[in-house]
């Protein structure tokens, strides 16, 4: 009986996250659209395409969503508060519409290693 209702838990926490996986996705994608539109590539890699030397799966392991958005909007900020000295330093990215920081946030968030 215990076994049986270890199963049945297992099998609603995976049923009751799968819409919210199901629901992120495209605003992954859109964000993966984002990422290359913006070709953020240049100064960054993910999945070891891009430049090398600013791997992102390693350093938004670290950030949260919010941390994340504010690399976006005001990266000079985030330098000064991390003590970051990468050149060139990042260009804010706060003028890209709400949606498309958004998808981009949701993009960077699923890099992290689970």
């Known amino acids: ?12 926490l995976i049923l009751s996250a799968a819409p919210s996986f199901a629901q992120n996705t495209p605003a992954v994608e859109r964000g993966m659209k984002v990422f290359a539109d913006q070709k953020c590539s240049l100064c960054h890699s993910v999945a070891g395409k891009g430049n090398p030397k600013g791997a992102l799966e390693e350093g938004v392991a670290k950030l ?6 504010e690399w976006l909007v005001n990266p000079q900020a985030m330098r000064d508060k991390t003590g970051a000295d990468r050149k060139p330093a990042m260009k804010a990215f706060a003028s890209l ?10 993009y960077l968030l699923s890099l992290k290693k689970k």
């Not at 949260?64 to 958005?69: G, L, M, N, P, V």
């Open 1 to 12: 009986m215990r076994f049986r209702l270890i199963g049945i838990a297992s099998a609603a």
């Open 64 to 69: 949260s969503a919010t941390e994340i958005r």
């Open 97 to 106: 519409p709400k949606d498309d920081l958004d998808a981009l946030t949701a």
